[in-house]
């Protein structure tokens, strides 16, 4: 059996384990409260976990051409800044037609230049997004200037909260983008070139492939998704606050990780990465039932971050055991 085939085998695994733990877990704490299993907090989990799910269909991408990005939570902090000074009748009170399409512009163009930084100003990508990281945080304290945002407008509030047919506009958006994402990577050239950058840049400028776009191109992707996630999740809330988006991209990176795409690039796929968004988002609504109280915050972070140290120690044992094999 080649390397190739092994990874294969231990990415179905990882998948296999996932879904595996996501039933179990959702058994156990039905046993304790029947209630678990109700619609409407079904419904609530998967509103949780569409901004998660939408921005990782971006960062699935950054992390499969070998770079990573830990920005998005302060991107969307600031976007959502943006977007509430741009729309709120308190503000300048734009028409979301005019404000909303700014948005989606912001966030790709700020995708474009982290990529452009990472690319051309040859900076490694986690300094890049570490910089933006705190960068933005203080961007959007200066927009916002301590004060909340509210009166957005009604009907995209309601869309936002109600949505279609019974289901939140994330919910449906997260659908659309899935989808769109998952033809991308396995259905055109263009998935084929972002694993091939992320399995061996060098090999891959010498088939032809031009790394440099493929990696900005991945990196404006997940600024427009994360720009996305923004304009359908935040109107649900009854103000925009400065601390919005605060651990989200920890939430977007463990979840990737989880998911079985290799932190150094090449491999994974987007299933298992929706697996692990499930995941992630059940542990603080699972700890509620289960009434763990005020704690409920603190055993979430530490669970996630358990989460990310294993995945990537199992994913680096991996692959030291394809490489093992396939040596002759």
């Given at each position: 059996?080649?390397?190739?085939?092994?990874?294969?085998?231990?990415?179905?695994?990882?998948?296999?384990?996932?879904?595996?733990?996501?039933?179990?877990?959702?058994?156990?704490?039905?046993?304790?409260?029947?209630?678990?299993?109700?619609?409407?907090?079904?419904?609530?989990?998967?509103?949780?976990?569409?901004?998660?799910?939408?921005?990782?269909?971006?960062?699935?991408?950054?992390?499969?051409?070998?770079?990573?990005?830990?920005?998005?939570?302060?991107?969307?902090?600031?976007?959502?800044?943006?977007?509430?000074?741009?729309?709120?009748?308190?503000?300048?009170?734009?028409?979301?037609?005019?404000?909303?399409?700014?948005?989606?512009?912001?966030?790709?163009?700020?995708?474009?230049?982290?990529?452009?930084?990472?690319?051309?100003?040859?900076?490694?990508?986690?300094?890049?997004?570490?910089?933006?990281?705190?960068?933005?945080?203080?961007?959007?304290?200066?927009?916002?200037?301590?004060?909340?945002?509210?009166?957005?407008?009604?009907?995209?509030?309601?869309?936002?909260?109600?949505?279609?047919?019974?289901?939140?506009?994330?919910?449906?958006?997260?659908?659309?983008?899935?989808?769109?994402?998952?033809?991308?990577?396995?259905?055109?050239?263009?998935?084929?070139?972002?694993?091939?950058?992320?399995?061996?840049?060098?090999?891959?400028?010498?088939?032809?492939?031009?790394?440099?776009?493929?990696?900005?191109?991945?990196?404006?992707?997940?600024?427009?998704?994360?720009?996305?996630?923004?304009?359908?999740?935040?109107?649900?809330?009854?103000?925009?606050?400065?601390?919005?988006?605060?651990?989200?991209?920890?939430?977007?990176?463990?979840?990737?990780?989880?998911?079985?795409?290799?932190?150094?690039?090449?491999?994974?796929?987007?299933?298992?990465?929706?697996?692990?968004?499930?995941?992630?988002?059940?542990?603080?609504?699972?700890?509620?039932?289960?009434?763990?109280?005020?704690?409920?915050?603190?055993?979430?972070?530490?669970?996630?971050?358990?989460?990310?140290?294993?995945?990537v120690i199992l994913d680096q044992a991996a692959h030291r055991m394809a490489v093992r094999r396939e040596a002759p």
């Amino acid at each position: 059996m080649n390397a190739q085939a092994i990874l294969r085998s231990l990415l179905h695994r990882r998948e296999s384990g996932l879904l595996g733990l996501i039933l179990l877990s959702v058994m156990a704490v039905a046993m304790v409260d029947p209630g678990f299993l109700s619609w409407t907090n079904w419904k609530d989990i998967l509103v949780r976990c569409a901004p998660a799910a939408i921005v990782c269909c971006g960062v699935v991408m950054v992390v499969l051409t070998g770079e990573i990005d830990i920005s998005t939570g302060s991107l969307m902090a600031f976007l959502s800044a943006i977007m509430g000074s741009m729309i709120s009748s308190d503000l300048l009170g734009w028409s979301p037609w005019i404000g909303i399409p700014l948005v989606l512009l912001s966030g790709t163009l700020m995708g474009m230049l982290t990529g452009l930084l990472v690319t051309f100003g040859a900076v490694p990508s986690i300094i890049v997004t570490l910089g933006w990281l705190t960068c933005l945080r203080g961007f959007t304290t200066l927009v916002m200037k301590g004060e909340n945002i509210g009166n957005l407008p009604s009907w995209l509030s309601d869309a936002a909260k109600y949505g279609f047919i019974g289901l939140p506009l994330s919910i449906w958006v997260a659908g659309v983008v899935i989808i769109v994402t998952g033809f991308l990577l396995n259905h055109t050239p263009l998935g084929w070139r972002i694993r091939a950058t992320g399995s061996s840049a060098y090999a891959s400028t010498m088939t032809g492939i031009n790394s440099d776009a493929v990696r900005i191109f991945a990196f404006a992707w997940t600024g427009l998704l994360t720009a996305v996630a923004t304009v359908v999740d935040v109107p649900r809330l009854p103000r925009i606050e400065s601390g919005i988006g605060v651990g989200f991209e920890l939430l977007v990176v463990t979840c990737v990780v989880v998911g079985g795409v290799s932190i150094s690039g090449g491999r994974g796929n987007l299933r298992g990465v929706l697996l692990a968004v499930v995941l992630m988002t059940l542990i603080r609504p699972l700890l509620t039932f289960l009434n763990i109280g005020e704690e409920a915050e603190k055993w979430t972070r530490a669970i996630q971050g358990s989460f990310i140290l294993t995945a990537v120690i199992l994913d680096q044992a991996a692959h030291r055991m394809a490489v093992r094999r396939e040596a002759p």
